[in-house]
């Protein structure tokens, strides 16, 4: 349980603007920054994030709230979670109230938290295996020496060693009470039916974990040190319910601040390659975890930024993998270059070779735009045979038909067109055979999706129909957390003077007519605005910052942000009424709309007593009554009839 004051402390402290930052690409957009969803693929930016009022709205998706509802959505953590992981971010001390949990509670405990809590067990025992145990030391340890790591790089990455014995964690972790079924589910230990005691999965092997962009250790990979055993040189955890590898990239977590920083991202195959990297100082740089380059991997990317430099070892397999990376980057948007060692170099090797600058130097220098990449492998392996060489030129032709830009297309095309004396037209027509054949492959999937959510968009305009109440309830509740404390400028009945709050006019009509709050959420906050007036406080915006629910910091997003600015046209003398020029008027309208509409409301409800009662006539008396006042209340908002 963490106490009150360690929770507002951590509010006061963090920046939204810099949690947010650490998953998505910002630029400043007036006086707030905007990107690309997180949560939706999308081209235009409509992520928006606001420094001053310290939230954030994601227009594509309708999701919203404060840093902390942010980090809950992007990684899936649970309310304690995320406030840890922003008060570690920002150095504050966590404050507990200590109490035993009842058996109830311990039960709630989810498998999903446990497989958490046992790689964090799992990831603690094999650090402290390598620096404390002798077999560690002498063997772990050594190796990592053996490849000139520093003891701050080794303990950056957190990199461990699994004992010989066969089951040295599994025992371990038996002992502290976790049972054999999460050990088996989290792939750390198998089980099989002639060994009840258990093996571990990494015995035997130093240990490399892999952690979430948070920094959460969601699996490892375990390398085997000795030469005369069968065995996989390397050994990945298992698929569980938090490790997918094919969405995980190897040092993200600690490269996406450098990523972000210089603008680019080096991409590279091994956990030796990102570690010594790092060593020599170069630190925007991720590996593919032991899988091929998948979408959702590319995507982690694009948060960060857009441009991608492949670094990969000379041999056969490390180019052939580079063209179907080459084509998928392409197809996500991304700019590329592509770099290939020497023979004999991998980027390990060769950040071990030489000093930070002098690698820094080589991969700005020698890295080649696709197009000169792909000329330079397949023109050599082609010769002088002109059927190999005009499959090549296809080739290069084929990787740019993955370019969605279409200015960037021709460009391209261009550059081909010089390189290779070819006309410009026939690369043109090569490239739309290539898109065609593309797009035959793909326009039955993405035929049944059209129709599918063509089908689903009549049934919305068919099946649903909004509620104008709830419209008019829902800007009544936005106008109370915007504007709460303006000030309005009144007339009573008689013609005198008078001055209210916004707060205190809505809520003056609610009491009034006696209105019903249609949403569970719009009476959480109205009922804090009245306790509030109870206290003389009024509780609009700057209030709820603080409030402990992640839904009602959703809804004062809503209400706070929006997602275009007005232009800067004063330097023409050209000057735009602002939404604050007009809260009285916009205030007035709102509660007679609502007021209408909770009128219709009434009236249909009171229809739908008629069969149900034998006192028609009074209904009907009502029903009349009611029907004069929605008449009027439509005069007064202009309406024809």
Known sequence: MITKETIDKIFSTIRVEEIVGEYVQLKRAGSNFKGLSPFHEEKSPSFVVSPSKQIWKDFSTGKGGTAISFLMEIENFTYPEALRHAAKKYGIEVEENVREYSEEEKQTQTERDLLYKIHEVANDYFQEQLWESEEGKMIG??????????????????????????????????????????????????????????????????????HSFSGRVLGFGARILKNNVKTAKYLNSPETEIYHKSNVLYGLNQGKQAISRKNLCLLVEGYMDVVSLHQSGIENVVASSGTSLTTEQIKLIKRLTENVTILFDGDNAGIKASFRSIDMLLSEGMNIRVLLFPDGDDP????????????????????????????????????????????????????????????????????????????????????????????????????????????????HETGFSVNPLLVQEEKLVDLML????????????????????????????????????????????????????????????????????????????????????????????????????????????????????????????????????????????????????????????????
């Open 348 to 459: 390990d090797s060769f950040a071990r070779k030489h000093p930070q600058e002098f690698v820094e130097n080589f991969i700005d220098k020698e890295a080649k735009d696709f197009i000169d990449f792909k000329a330079e492998i397949l023109l050599r392996d082609a010769g002088n045979d002109p059927i190999r060489k005009a499959e090549s030129i296809r080739d290069i032709v084929k990787s740019v038909a993955f370019v969605q830009n279409a200015l960037k297309r021709e460009v391209y095309l261009k550059e081909v067109s010089n390189k290779f004396g070819l006309s410009e037209q026939s690369l043109f027509n090569e490239l739309q055979i290539q898109t065609n054949v593309a797009h035959q492959q793909e326009s039955k999937p993405k035929f049944e999706e059209k129709k599918a959510t063509t089908k689903l968009e009549i049934v």
């Open 482 to 641: 915007k504007y709460g404390d303006f000030v309005l400028d009144r007339k009573d009945a008689e013609g005198k003077d008078y001055k209210i709050t916004v707060i205190e006019e809505i809520l003056s009509h609610l009491d009034e007519d006696d209105c019903e709050i249609q949403l569970d959420i719009n009476k959480k906050i109205i009922s804090e605005i009245k306790e509030g007036i109870l206290k003389n406080e009024l509780r609009s915006g700057n209030f709820f910052f603080d409030f402990m629910d992640e839904e009602v910091s959703g809804k004062l997003a809503n209400a706070l942000i929006e997602n275009y600015q007005t232009s800067n046209w004063n330097k023409y003398n050209i000057y735009f009424s602002t939404e604050e020029d007009v809260v009285p008027k916009l205030v007035s309208d709102i509660v007679l709309r609502h007021k209408r509409e909770y009128v219709v409301k009434l009236i249909t409800d009171l229809k739908n007593t008629l069969d149900q009662t034998e006192e028609k006539m009074e209904i009907y008396q009502k029903i009349i009554l009611l029907t004069q006042l929605k008449n009027r209340l439509d005069e007064s908002l202009f309406r024809i009839l």
């Open 141 to 210: 340890l050594s190796y990592f020496k053996e490849r000139e790591l520093r003891d701050d790089i080794i303990k950056k990455f957190q990199l461990g060693y699994s004992p010989e014995k066969k089951n040295a964690f599994t025992e371990f972790s038996l002992e502290k009470a976790y049972s054999k079924d999460i050990l088996e589910k989290s792939g750390l230990s198998i089980f099989p039916e002639n060994s009840p005691s258990g093996i571990d999965r990494f015995r035997d092997r130093v240990v490399f974990p892999i």
